[in-house]
C-alpha cells in the first residue's frame, strides 16, 4: 500500500507530529499537512481511533493512529526504518525511551506551584536528575551504535528524527523549567540534532514552510 497523497493530521506545533512530516519530506512523499486548530479538535476527536492526535490517512480511505506506529510505517514506505530486524529492534528501543523524557519533564515538580515546579524541572535537567540522565542514555547510545552522527548504523532513521524532534521540543520553551540549553553538553545528541537539520530534504521543508506557522527557535538552522 502506497503512502503517496496520504493526509497526515495533527494540530498547528511540532509536538508529536514534526518527525513524521519530517520523513514524508526526507522520502519526497506528496502528502497534505491538514494542522487542525484546538477549537476544532472537540468535534474531531470522537472520530479518531483512539481519541488522540496525529492520524494518517492514507489515499484509500485506511486510518493510522498512534504517533510512533504512523512514523514506523512511514518509515518502511520511505526507506528510513532498518530492514534488518536487529537494526529495527534498536530504533524501536530507543524511540520508546526518548518518548519517556516527556513523562519525566511532566512529573517533575507535579503539583507544586508555579516557582517550585520549574526549579523541580531544571534540576531534572541537571547533572543526577532524571531528564539528564535520560539524556545521558541516549548520548551514549549514539556513541554505542551509530556512526557520522546518526543513532543505529550508518544510514539516517526514523530513530534521528525522532531524537531530533523530541529533544527539539524539551529545550523549545513548552516546558517551564527546562533550560533552553539543556541538551548543549550532550556532544553526540548535538551532533545528531545538526546532522538531520541539514538534511537537503528538512531545510526544503523549513525554507517552504508556510510563514504563517510559527516554529519554535529550537527547530531552527544550526549556525
Known sequence: MSVEDCKFTYFGLAGRGEATRLALSIGNVKFTDERIKFPEWKELKPNTPWGSLPILTLSDGTVIAQQRAILRFVGK??????????????????MDAVEDIGALVMSAGKGLEQTEKEAARKAAAAEGGGVYAKLSKIDNMIAA?????????DVLTIADLFVHCNCNHL??????????????EFANITAL???VRSNPAVCKW???????IKMPAAFGAFT
Do not use: Q
Open 206 to 212: 523549513y525554507d517552504e514552510l508556510d510563514s504563517s
Open 145 to 153: 551504535n551509530g556512526k557520522d552522527g546518526v543513532i543505529v548504523g
Open 193 to 195: 540534532r545538526k546532522m
Open 171 to 184: 529545550v523549545s520553551g513548552m516546558f517551564d523549567g527546562i533550560p533552553a540549553d539543556a541538551i548543549d
Open 77 to 94: 514506505k520511505t526507506g528510513l526504518y532498518p530492514t534488518d530486524d536487529v537494526a529495527a529492534a534498536l530504533v524501536d528501543g530507543i
